[in-house]
């Protein structure tokens, strides 16, 4: 029957209804071989041609979409926490599960997950920031697709620990500090230990948010804005750098 396919894939045999839309071809899982037999993927195949031909195809879900547009879709959200996270979970996807991206999203199984992620066991936090990423694009494809539940739940998340490093001499770490030769450097360490700023927020902080009277975030890690009293200390530790701007 025209618009009606059987793919192959390396795992077992597929069954897709497809049609072509404006040159495009769109299409949706019927089921697989055995579960699904050829007869009753035809069947099935003709009843949704059937409704298509109806009009009834709009309620059809075709073109259940690749991790990669998955992916797309939702980094394209408006209220995505901050940048940052944004930023964390492209680079998760592109650097972590770059091999799945030309999958379909509905392709990619528990096995799959439960495999890759142990494939990352060597840095524990990496492995499941990547898959609680990995998470949060399946679920927000879901809103749109009609998807089971996300394969994440084969996965046994890794117990992650700080490394448990400490300053022990706040004195010698102040005498380290100040020997440093790189004035950048040395008002980088001393800012985040009097300001408890996060790493990225000292890095990112540019002159037009440090006012007399405060530091000012306009987007924290939780994608909230954020002032911060500035001190006579804080004044200090800025002070050399007044005047340096990047070039």
Known sequence: MKG????VGKRAKT????RDI???????LIGRWPVISAAAARLTAQELALETLRGAG???????????DALAAYLARPKLRSEEHRANVSAYAHNHLGDWLGLPIDEISRAMVSSKHAELAATPSL???AFRSFRAIWNHARRTFDLPESPTPAIEWYEERPDGRIIEDLAEWGRA???????????YYRLLLFTGLRKSEALTLRWEQVHDDRIHLPETKNGRPFDLPITELHQEILKPLRGMRRV
């Open 4 to 7: 009606f396919a059987l793919f």
């Open 177 to 187: 500090v100040d020997g440093i030769a790189n004035p950048i450097h040395k008002a």
């Open 127 to 129: 492995a499941n920031h």
């Open 58 to 68: 709009k309620a059809i879900q075709f073109g259940v979409p690749k991790l990669e």
């Open 22 to 28: 404006g040159g495009r071809t769109q299409r949706v």
């Open 15 to 18: 069954w897709y209804f497809q």
